[in-house]
């Protein structure tokens, strides 16, 4: 199982930023995926989920209206849009696919990839 982020760096406040998560070694178009951050000093905190199958789409308060989370299935990648980027948006962001199954439960994570926004 491999969940590999890409698309992070340096931006400055207001700029925008697509990050990237390619899939591999699971069924991913079973898994809800998410997006995770942790920033400097502070926990992981949850972002946004993509849902399996629908589709449907949720969002942290802090980043709804700015962040945009969407799936490709036949690409096995998810994607994280992030417009008008704030200096509190810097962390690192984390890749996550989930699945329950009766009682079990498969969480997969990334190794992350490092958002900075700073002028």
């Known amino acids: 199982v491999q969940l590999v982020e890409s698309g992070g760096g340096l931006v400055q406040p207001g700029g925008s930023l697509r990050l990237s998560c390619a899939a591999s070694g699971f069924t991913f178009s079973n898994y809800d995926m998410s997006w995770y951050r942790q920033a400097p000093g502070k926990e992981r905190e949850w972002v946004a989920t993509v849902t399996s199958p629908g589709g449907s789409t949720n969002y942290a308060d802090s980043v709804k209206g700015r962040f945009t989370i969407s799936r490709d299935n036949p690409k096995k990648a998810v994607y994280l849009q992030m417009n008008s980027l704030r200096p509190e948006d810097t962390a690192v962001y984390y890749c996550?696919?989930?699945?329950?199954?009766?009682?079990?439960?498969?969480?997969?994570w990334g190794q992350g990839t490092q958002v900075t926004v700073s002028s």
């Open positions: 996550n696919g989930r699945r329950v199954s009766g009682i079990r439960s498969y969480n997969y």
